[in-house]
């Protein structure tokens, strides 16, 4: 699977330093000489703590790389969700609006006079998170479920540098690996 890079951060020029200790492994990336663009994975006891210039976080599973190299977004998103009060995502009423304009525009879509109204409702509390919600999710037509009332979330920035840090860790030790093994056979 090809490598896609969420960011402009070319990891790659980063010095890769990895420390293990008993129940303990840190995977640590930064510029070399310098602490730009800094990030620790630091493992243990089942659970990775993220730490550097892009935010802390904390996922309720330890950091492995995987054999090909790549590193799943919903995969990593989920674990940070679960047990955790903290969002890798936030709402984005730009994408929102885009979505309901397109519903709006579908010639596929034959819109009842309901639906019509409760859309053109939402394009006109887009802007405001609060009060987009209680008017989508509380005063939607009968017929509609929660799935597809337009919400979009967007993720955000720091998070994408995590994922791309994973994905250079994951490249890195691929190499190692296959090195290691080319040398023994």
Known sequence: ???V??????FSEHELIITEQEGLLIHHLKK??????????????GILAVTGDYSNWIFCREFH???????????????????SCQEPSEYDSEETQKEIEEMLNDPDRNWSE???????????????????THKAYREQPEDWDY?????????????LFILDGFEEICRRLKEQKEKSDNVRG
């Open 1 to 3: 699977m090809e490598t």
């Open 5 to 10: 890079k969420r960011t402009e951060i070319d």
């Open 32 to 45: 070399p000489n310098t602490v730009i663009d800094n990030i620790k994975y630091i493992n243990t006891n």
């Open 65 to 83: 790389p995987t054999p090909d190299g790549y590193c799943s977004d919903g995969y990593w998103k989920e674990k940070l969700k679960i047990n």
């Open 114 to 132: 309901e639906d019509k109204e409760y859309l053109e409702e939402l394009l006109r509390n887009v802007d405001d998170e609060l009060n987009y």
């Open 147 to 159: 799935e597809s009332i337009p919400f979009v979330k967007t993720i955000k920035p720091q998070f």
